[in-house]
């Protein structure tokens, strides 16, 4: 799923209703930017929606594979999004991961992205920037290609 704007709250429920139809392989779990991170520690949001993922999973039997999450410099009111939180979690999770923060270079600090990478809103990726994460999912999570994985 992957509606704009949503947040780990919206992807949780989305999920539960999905897994009334089957249970997949694989969860492929991108939800972050939305839920950005305090100066202090984690979105209390993301967090939940990822404990409560993660259970799911773990009692059905699905591999989740999670994501890294890009710090952005961001424009106006939807400025400045720190994810440096939640991807040490993600990290340190002991799960498999697709690592987009490494994709584009995401400075933590400044929220700059390798060059050309980062659309002119600070928050989105260019077309350049999203082949950097598309080929980051092939590298990191290569099943996604797989007929068997749906």
């Not at 799923?1 to 429920?13: A, I, L, N, Q, T």
């Not at 089957?22 to 972050?32: D, I, K, L, M, Q």
């Not at 409560?52 to 999004?81: D, H």
């Amino acid at each position: 799923d992957g509606y704009p704007g949503e947040g780990s709250k919206d992807g949780v429920r989305d999920l539960k209703n999905a897994l009334q139809h089957g249970t997949p392989r694989y969860v492929f779990w991108c939800e972050g930017m939305n839920n950005a991170d305090t100066a202090e520690g984690v979105s209390q949001a993301w967090l939940d929606g990822y404990n409560e993922v993660r259970r799911i999973c773990e009692e059905k039997g699905i591999e989740l594979i999670l994501t890294t999450t890009p710090t952005v410099k961001g424009v106006g009111e939807k400025g400045f999004r720190i994810h440096a939180f939640k991807n040490d979690i993600v990290r340190k999770s002991g799960l498999r991961y697709v690592d987009f923060d490494k994709a584009v270079g995401a400075d933590e600090k400044t929220g700059e992205w390798y060059p050309g990478m980062l659309y002119k809103d600070g928050v989105h990726p260019t077309e350049t920037g999203a082949v950097a994460l598309y080929q980051q999912v092939l590298t990191d999570f290569p099943e996604v290609m797989a007929a068997e994985a749906y």
